[in-house]
């Protein structure tokens, strides 16, 4: 599509990002069968992390004391409550609620509609599928995709799928 417009807008090819300098990037990209790659394509990229740009729509409610990182994407009737760390490259769907003293690691996709209740970790590289539930207190490790609707009831280690409700690891 390079050098096509699509919704009025041009499709440029990685050299804009050499040609255009001042231009801010947010890559938002993944999906369940894609979200490992995030990270490896994000960096191929090769900007400067000041580049990155933070989008928060304007009916997101963030609080005061939450901290965001850099290239993330928040969308509306989002919520996310005191004390909570969204880190770089992170994407929120709509309608999600991240409770308080929660940390959602670098490269991580949140799904639309879900619930991650209070102080849970969520770590680096992860999927968490649309309308999923989290208990207050879990941790997740990396690279873990939790499917759509999943209800996380328990903390898994790293590259885990989970489905179900309560949810359980089929690999």
Same mark, same amino acid.
């Given at each position: 599509?390079? $050098?096509k !417009? !699509?919704?009025g807008?041009e499709i440029?090819?990685r050299?804009?990002?050499e040609k =255009?300098k001042?231009a801010?990037i947010l890559?938002?990209?993944? $999906?369940p069968? @894609?979200?490992l790659?995030r990270e490896?394509?994000l960096? /191929?990229l *090769? %900007?400067a992390?000041?580049?990155?740009?933070?989008?928060?729509?304007?009916k997101?409610?963030?609080s005061? *004391?939450a901290? #965001?990182? !850099?290239? +993330?994407? =928040?969308?509306?009737?989002v919520? +996310?409550?005191a004390?909570a760390i969204?880190?770089?490259?992170v994407?929120?769907l709509? &309608? /999600?609620v991240?409770?308080?003293?929660c940390? #959602?690691?670098?490269f991580?996709l949140?799904g639309?509609n879900?619930t991650i209740?209070?102080? %849970?970790? =969520?770590g680096?590289?992860?999927?968490?599928?649309?309308? @999923?539930s989290i208990?207050?207190g879990?941790?997740?490790?990396?690279?873990?995709?939790?499917g759509m609707?999943?209800n996380v009831i &328990?903390s898994f280690?790293r590259?885990k799928?989970?489905?179900?409700?309560?949810?359980?690891s089929i690999?």
């Amino acid at each position: 599509m390079i $050098g096509k !417009k !699509k919704f009025g807008i041009e499709i440029f090819d990685r050299k804009a990002f050499e040609k =255009i300098k001042d231009a801010k990037i947010l890559a938002v990209h993944g $999906g369940p069968l @894609s979200f490992l790659q995030r990270e490896d394509i994000l960096q /191929s990229l *090769n %900007v400067a992390a000041e580049r990155f740009a933070t989008v928060i729509h304007p009916k997101a409610e963030i609080s005061k *004391n939450a901290k #965001i990182g !850099k290239d +993330v994407l =928040i969308m509306a009737g989002v919520i +996310v409550t005191a004390n909570a760390i969204v880190g770089d490259h992170v994407i929120i769907l709509p &309608n /999600s609620v991240i409770h308080h003293d929660c940390n #959602i690691e670098d490269f991580t996709l949140i799904g639309a509609n879900t619930t991650i209740a209070g102080n %849970v970790r =969520i770590g680096k590289n992860c999927y968490i599928g649309a309308a @999923s539930s989290i208990k207050n207190g879990i941790t997740l490790g990396e690279k873990i995709l939790v499917g759509m609707g999943a209800n996380v009831i &328990n903390s898994f280690t790293r590259e885990k799928k989970l489905i179900g409700n309560p949810a359980k690891s089929i690999t």
